[in-house]
């Protein structure tokens, strides 16, 4: 397996755009986690699925961010619009039993957004 | 919801010399504690998990100690190698979602 592919890697975007960040899970993971990464406040969890269901999406920071999962291998996580405190990295992340069950979280890359 | 705290956020230790990373949670419904190493512009990536059921997990040079009485795990690295050098977050969950500390930037003196 090609492990947590996501895309784009780099987006630069101007302020009040939409911004579209994609990620392909692990083929058979049942759960699939978005993560937002900052200095200033590190590996925040923003909203996880179980079997392409939205579980918790308590660490959504507002209703400017959404997120999808259609099917078993492809979830969306979308800002529109954006603003300059967006910029960070943002991890998805996906595992077989849930990362907090004692399944290995496998990160994408991540995608590294800049909102000027 | 779950609180990690992790300290220090910084640490410089020589080649060869020991380090050790704390953390604390809130939980205490919270039963599996991983660790995670990011290597600068990597992903990261597990490199030891413990669970409550257990006080001390050991790998090689890497160890994890677990007081659920006190709600503080640690991570305890031995002979410290440059290739150590990377970012270093705990976590904690009882849930699915797991909640990241800050995380320890661990630097390796020559």
């Known amino acids: 397996d090609a492990g947590v592919i996501q895309s784009p890697r780099h987006e630069v975007t101007e302020m009040g755009q939409e911004v579209t960040l994609r990620c392909k899970p692990i083929?058979?993971?049942?759960?699939l986690f978005w993560y937002r990464q900052t200095m200033m406040r590190g590996l925040e969890l923003l909203i996880y699925f179980n079997n392409n269901v939205p579980i918790d999406d308590s660490g959504m920071p507002e209703d400017r961010f959404s997120a999808k999962m259609p099917n078993a291998s492809f979830s969306t996580l979308k800002i529109q619009p954006s603003e300059p405190r967006d910029s960070a990295v943002y991890f998805c992340a996906s595992s077989l039993s849930g990362g907090a069950k004692g399944g290995e979280l496998f990160f994408g890359e991540g995608s590294r957004l800049t909102v000027l | 919801g779950e609180n990690v705290e992790q300290h220090p956020s910084t640490l410089s230790v020589q080649e060869g010399d020991s380090a050790v990373i704390k953390c604390t949670y809130s939980?205490?419904?919270?039963?599996?504690f991983p660790w995670y190493k990011q290597e600068l512009g990597k992903r990261p990536q597990l490199i030891i998990d413990?669970?409550?059921?257990?006080g001390e997990k050991k790998d090689q040079r890497i160890a994890v100690t677990l007081n659920k009485t006190a709600k503080h795990f640690s991570l305890h690295i031995t002979e410290t190698q440059p290739e150590d050098s990377a970012v270093y977050f705990c976590a904690g969950g009882g849930a699915d979602g797991l909640t990241f500390g800050k995380g320890t930037h661990l630097i390796i003196q020559p």
């Open positions: 939980d205490s419904a919270s039963n599996y």
């Open positions: 413990i669970r409550s059921n257990v």
């Open positions: 083929s058979g993971h049942d759960y």
